[in-house]
């Protein structure tokens, strides 16, 4: 069976170029890589949360999947507040330990957690036992995974997620916006290799795989535990799980192309002749701990592009086998049987029957998959056709912008925490964050300085912006210190560093300095290439640009400072670098609107604007102080555009608000009306347009009453 003749040679190598065109090779499997990994690295070193560390694992940190598939978010949260060890040596005073106990009462791939006292490393033996500890016929006190079903209620509550799912350890909110769900999953770290695991730090397979070294580094990593026990066993209620999601990402990292592509084409199969009939029997992690076990018996050389098809058939062989014999060891914790519960009697039969199928097609059976239209493309490649549609540069334009939303979103709860501070408070706070990524990139190598390169030219932006607030409410002058602190900023991105900086110098009437940044702005922004990036809440995002797209393919994230435009945010200690027109901004909210916000929404508390409106307006503003009318008439058709055209404005409503404004300027206010109306169609509630409409009727209504 796994002897390729020339035609699977050739199906071999037809279907690798099929799945490099869908952008599984080597280019873009790194660049997903590097996407998930730089936006870890940048919650861990901001740390805004300090009692808990976010890692990014599954699929899209694999680089594993492909936009057919449309793949789950999957954060695991690991929650400081416990110790959990191994060993009575690794015991800590003064703070909560547990120790894990792995024994043959306990499940494979589970333990206990002891109590322990926080004075002396001896467990508890009288204590008061509430919901959370128990006290096992040993009379050990054990500490029950209710925990961790409380926290995630919790988080349902805090988060307002009452319409999402909760399974196992894990809960997922309702879907996002933009198509994707986002699975979260509370878990407690122990910094020692899990002792179930201990045995396989010593297995070498005939393919040397995995290497001494990945599993010396597999072992430096230590696992966690995560709330949820053998439901077949009679401890469910206080057995924990043993995670190694860590070292799992380690053996994904050191797969090569044929391999990955080889799991991809198992998930693409169960997907289509599986999941439909038989939802939660044959699991992704069930498909990628067969390629391990078959990657540790195969020699290096079997795994070869031209052997793709052959490859598959062996693994798809093992999963047979697994099947028959109802037993999917996990690969390194082998005594945990990862297919218990999840077959039974009567769909085993079919599912065998449907793997034969598969096994015994010789490949046709890849001619059934619709994801990503596998099939059409195989087929195009097989008749010796060109391809007409490769989607690779769409996914590596997606994965450039998605870091770019990544550095907003990482530096807005560092924001929100100086939202309503002075001056002092704010400035004091934001050079707390900007040393904490100095001595970060000092100390670190690789993405993490990366990480920490792209997040503090925007802590600098917003420092000289608060010290030009402050120093224009002084002297209506913006100081040397504060130009020094936004010039560290100017090239984040193509525009919103330098629109702060045009916004000031308008603040404080310099037209001459404001129009020269903003010719510079308009000059740099290329509309075949620069993107609109919105970080504040999650939306539908239109098609890319080809020239965002194209540039990214060949480029990391140094591309943004030429393709990326962030919205513009001032914060109410910046007050005095707004013009009044976007000020309204911060008082969007009445008291009836509070209810209907969020947790993430407190960028509603400031004023943000998409950088090509913002752009535009204030080029209105300066031409019609400098009494340029040609000029003037320019960018308010400008801005009318883009809010008509640009289909990625995360802030439209706003822009809107900001037409409307300039409407008035102009003397026209049905139409001043008609934008704030639109505006309130855009965004209903926490929307500045209820006060410019009842400012400007108000207005109309004193006017027809001077004039009676």
Request: a neutral charge.
């Amino acid at each position: 069976m796994f002897q390729a003749p020339e035609y699977t040679q050739t199906v071999s190598a037809r279907l690798s170029e099929v799945l490099a065109d869908i952008g599984v090779d080597e280019r873009v499997v790194l660049k997903r890589r590097r996407t998930c990994l730089l936006n870890e690295s940048m919650g861990i070193i901001l740390g805004t949360n300090p009692f808990s560390s976010v890692y990014l694992v599954g699929s899209r940190s694999e680089g594993t999947t492909t936009l057919g598939f449309n793949s789950d978010i999957d954060v695991l949260t690991s929650c400081h507040n416990f110790n959990i060890i191994q060993d009575l040596s690794h015991w800590q005073p003064g703070v909560i330990n547990h120790l894990m106990i792995q024994d043959e009462t306990v499940s494979p791939g589970h333990c206990l957690l002891q109590s322990l006292r926080s004075d002396v490393p001896l467990p508890f033996f009288d204590c008061v036992l509430n919901k959370y500890h128990v006290k096992d016929r040993a009379g050990r006190i054990l500490l029950t995974n209710r925990i961790i079903s409380d926290i995630t209620k919790a988080m349902v509550r805090l988060f307002r997620w009452e319409e999402g799912v909760q399974h196992g350890p894990a809960v997922t909110p309702p879907r996002q916006p933009s198509g994707y769900d986002i699975d979260y999953v509370n878990a407690y770290p122990c910094k020692s290799w899990p002792q179930q695991a201990r045995q396989w730090l010593n297995q070498q397979g005939v393919g040397q795989w995995p290497s001494y070294d990945m599993r010396r580094y597999c072992s430096r990593t230590g696992c966690f535990v995560v709330g949820v026990g053998n439901k077949n066993g009679d401890k469910e209620e206080f057995e924990w799980r043993i995670s190694t999601s860590l070292a799992e990402r380690c053996l994904m990292f050191n797969l090569n192309i044929t391999q990955i592509r080889c799991y991809v084409l198992m998930k693409m199969i169960s997907k289509t002749y599986i999941k439909p009939h038989y939802e939660d029997t044959i699991s992704s992690f069930m498909c990628k701990t067969v390629l391990f076990k078959v990657i540790a018996n195969t020699h290096s050389n079997f795994w070869k592009e031209n052997n793709l098809l052959s490859c598959l058939s062996m693994c798809l062989f093992v999963l047979y086998n697994c099947i028959l014999n109802q037993n999917c060891p996990h690969f390194i914790i082998p005594g945990n049987n990862l297919m218990v519960g999840h077959i039974n009697h009567e769909s085993k039969p079919h599912l065998l029957e449907i793997m034969q199928y598969i096994i015994h097609s010789e490949g046709k059976a890849l001619l059934g998959i619709e994801c990503d239209d596998l099939c059409a493309r195989l087929m195009t490649k097989l008749n010796n056709l060109i391809c007409p549609y490769k989607t690779s540069d769409v996914v590596t334009g997606n994965l450039l912008k998605q870091t770019a939303v990544d550095i907003t979103i990482n530096i807005r709860p560092c924001l929100s925490f100086i939202s309503n501070a002075s001056y002092e408070v704010a400035i004091g706070t934001l050079l707390r964050y900007l040393f904490k990524l100095v001595t970060a990139s000092n100390q670190r190598q690789g993405l993490a300085r990366t990480a920490c390169s792209l997040l503090a030219p925007s802590f600098c932006t917003t420092i000289g912006s608060i010290l030009a607030s402050f120093s224009i409410q002084q002297y209506n002058g913006i100081s040397e210190e504060a130009l020094t602190w936004i010039s560290l900023g100017l090239n984040t991105d193509v525009s919103s560093g330098k629109l702060k900086l045009a916004s000031m110098f308008y603040c404080i009437g310099d037209s001459q300095r404001t129009e020269i940044v903003l010719g510079n702005i308009e000059g740099s922004y290329d509309h075949n290439i620069v993107e609109p990036i919105c970080g504040c809440y999650n939306y539908i995002h239109r098609p890319k640009r080809r020239g965002f797209n194209a540039l990214s393919a060949n480029h990391n994230e140094e591309a943004l400072q030429y393709n990326a435009a962030f919205c513009v945010k001032f914060l109410p200690c910046e007050i005095n670098c707004i013009p009044s027109e976007l000020q309204y901004e911060l008082f969007r909210s009445t008291g009836e609107d509070l209810a209907f916000r969020r947790i993430h929404d407190y960028w509603m508390n400031w004023a943000v604007v998409d950088s090509l409106s913002f752009l535009y307006f204030l080029q209105y503003k300066t031409y019609r102080y400098l009494e340029r009318q040609d000029d003037k008439q320019r960018a308010l058709s400008n801005l009318i555009r883009t809010i008509d055209q640009e289909k990625n404005l995360g802030h439209r409503e706003t822009a809107l608000n900001l037409l409307g404004q300039c409407m008035e300027h102009e003397n026209r206010a049905a139409d001043a009306l008609h934008y704030y109306s639109l505006s309130l169609n855009v965004r209903e509630r926490n929307n500045a347009a209820k006060i410019h409409i009842c400012r400007l009727l108000s207005t109309l209504v004193n006017d027809h009453a001077r004039n009676q």
